[in-house]
């Protein structure tokens, strides 16, 4: 689980101290699917940096605790604890070959040759890039590049994987099948996913949401009760998925009629009236 208590960041400007985030309280428990939405500049992924140890709070702890007993905590490790996966992975790709830049942040955890060939192995096969092992990343789709950057992450083996607005520059095939890795990944070696987010579609697979105005938490609550909530909505500046905003119009002449996530759910809906 990784908490967070009362953290607050900030940055020094000549005009003086700018507060980023503000006493933002959060429990992610591990193995679990959360995401993080909020309109540009609410510090979203600023709070990715700071989950994955990449940026120290200003005030506040970010702790990590590894067993039920609550003394059990220590600091994030970096890498190790959690890893992060950048909106552009031209970003994060650093070696020649695919199989060098799953490896490139193996080297610095002095593990014995053996060891690295498999994690290296393991991720390329649970990615399914085996036959892309030894090409150029830039030579990769954009979504097989962000799977070799999920896969550099992968091979350190963290018990969380931050996703900052990692499929925001895919197409919708691409960005869908990313997705669907990830989950994959949480479902059957338990990672716990953090997804930051301005893609409320992506927010419907995780059990939480965390919406971000003006550095703060405005709400911290299942997807549903999120969209639900007008003020979230409004304080969040949300575009809620297209069947929430139609369950808004029929709400208009059927006030009963439910708010629904998924086209599935509005049409089981739908077929209800008479």
Known sequence: MILLDKVSYQ??????????????????????ISTIVGPNGSGKSTLARLVSGLLRPTSGDIRVSRSADVHDVTGVRPGLDVGLVFQ???????????????????????????EMVSRVDDVLRLLGLEQFRDYPPHRLSGGQKQKVA????LAMKPSFLILDEATSLLDP??????????????????????????????VLVSSHVAVLANGEIVAWDAPRSVFANAK????????????????????????????????EEFARAACQLS
């Not at 940055?11 to 679990?32: F, T, Y």
């Not at 695919?98 to 040759?113: K, R, Y």
């Not at 304080?235 to 998924?262: E, H, K, N």
């Open 88 to 114: 552009n992975p031209d970003n994060q790709l650093v070696a020649t070959t695919v199989e060098d830049d799953i490896a490139f942040g193996l080297e610095n955890l002095q593990l014995s040759h053996a």
């Open 150 to 153: 999920i896969a550099g992450v």
């Open 232 to 263: 979230v909505v409004e304080a969040g500046d949300l575009v809620l998925p297209l069947s929430a905003r139609a369950s808004s119009i029929m709400q208009q002449r059927w006030p009963l009629f439910p708010l629904c996530l998924t086209p």
């Open 11 to 32: 940055i020094d400007i000549p005009a003086g101290a700018v507060q980023i985030l503000r006493d933002i309280n959060l429990e992610l428990p591990d193995g679990s």
């Open 173 to 202: 095939a691409n960005r869908g099948e990313v997705l669907q890795t990830v989950l994959r990944l949480n479902s059957e070696l338990g990672i716990g996913i953090v997804i930051v987010t301005h893609l409320l579609d992506e």
